[in-house]
């Protein structure tokens, strides 16, 4: 059995306790037990360190599969591949320009083997006012004796309380235009947790506050090598960008399955409004589903090539804008009854939303794109950092 077909086979179980624990607001620890069970922790782990040796358009096939039952543990899962993917997909010619040292290669594969072994990891990237660009971050570290004290307060960190370690990004409080990250232990002490995560959507991801003032020892620093966060997320922007992306396309087809199932118990299909929505729906989300597949194909056969990239900020554009409207559409061509609490479509209607709104959001991806396509540099030239 395939990894894909393992996704396709959890996904209807994650899909009956999702109401559940969007209604309570609460990550659903069975969901994230079963991804350990099948291995999918270790998906992008090379075969080498125990993990399943897949690359970015096998994740996406799986992200996009988990989605079709709960988004908000596909969007969970999606956080722990950023980081697995990035340290396992980072080409040679890439850590060879930049100087990476060998300590750096011991430690990856020491974290990947972790993950292998069902190591869960969550990123603490976000923070209030300055959302993900790293360039903007509160959060500060500083050298101490025994490694690195790395303080702030990060939002958004999807399980949040449940995750064996963190992915903090910081900026040095000695020079802070240098932008770090760091692998924290869950356990390290310095770290608390706040229950502030009270959401439009993807309520189930427990992404909650998280305070850090933690000490941690010079192998946490990601790399090996301060300041390399800005740069590997500008020349490789698909494990902070289009990884979203198949998560979303995955929310739409549910709504589109969802509208389908119930068009059918309530003797809708007959309509042929209710027929045509649910048409054009099926075709919007098979569209968004061909264009993050070509980027995923693209990442894998070029990753941070220019023209990858391209179809990367393209991707999320497309999923995110592709779920939100298609989730209304479904809604709507359901009627009123859908919009109840606690039905599918009421919940899949929410999730869509957030789509457009998760980095990059849909505004940036297309003002990197109008740039991109008016011959100026998408990373440098606007108004405003990209990261």
Not at 57 to 67: D, G, I, K, W
Not at 248 to 266: E, K, L, Q, S, T
Request: a negative charge; aromatic letters at 6%; one cysteine or more.
């Amino acid at each position: 059995m395939s990894v894909t077909d393992a996704a396709r086979r959890l996904a209807p179980r994650f899909a009956a306790r999702a109401g559940a624990h969007d209604r309570d607001g609460t990550l659903c620890v069975d969901d994230i037990a079963d991804l350990r069970a099948e291995g999918l922790f270790g998906l992008l782990v090379p075969a080498r360190l125990g993990g399943l040796g897949a690359g970015f358009a096998e994740y996406a096939a799986v992200a996009y599969e988990l989605a079709r039952g709960s988004g908000a543990t596909a969007l969970v899962f999606n956080m722990h591949a950023a980081v697995t993917g990035t340290l396992a997909g980072m080409p040679e010619t890439l850590t060879e320009a930049l100087g990476l040292p060998q300590s750096f290669y011991t430690a990856r594969d020491r974290v990947l083997a972790e993950a292998a072994a069902g190591a869960w990891y969550a990123v603490a990237m976000s923070e209030r006012g300055a959302g993900s660009r790293l360039s903007q971050l509160s959060t500060v570290y500083s050298t101490e004796p025994g490694g690195y004290r790395v303080r702030g307060t990060k939002s958004f960190v999807s399980g949040a309380g449940y995750a064996d370690a963190y992915l903090v990004a910081a900026r040095s409080a000695a020079a802070p235009e240098t932008v770090s990250q760091f692998l924290v232990p869950a356990g390290a002490p310095g770290i608390s947790v706040d229950p502030t995560w009270d959401s439009l959507g993807m309520r189930a991801t427990a992404s909650n506050d998280v305070n850090f003032d933690v000490l941690v020892p010079a192998e946490a620093l990601v790399g090996g090598v301060e300041g390399l966060a800005v740069t590997v997320a500008r020349l490789m922007p698909h494990w902070m960008v289009a990884s979203y992306a198949a998560v979303y396309v995955g929310v739409a087809r549910a709504a589109v399955d969802a509208a389908a199932a119930h068009a059918v118990g309530r003797r809708l299909a007959g309509l042929p409004a209710v027929r045509a929505r649910i048409g054009r729906a099926d075709a919007a989300v098979a569209a968004a589903r061909l264009v993050v597949d070509e980027a995923a194909r693209r990442v894998d056969d070029a990753p941070g090539e220019a023209d990858t990239n391209r179809w990367v900020w393209r991707a999320k554009l497309l999923a995110g804008s592709t779920a939100a409207d298609v989730a209304a559409s479904m809604l709507e061509a359901a009627g009123t009854g859908a919009s109840r609490r606690g039905h599918p479509l009421e919940r899949l209607f929410r999730d869509a939303r957030c789509g457009s709104l998760q980095p990059a959001t849909s505004d940036v991806c297309a003002d990197w794109l109008g740039v991109s396509a008016l011959g100026g540099d998408p990373e440098s030239d606007g108004t405003a950092p990209r990261w």
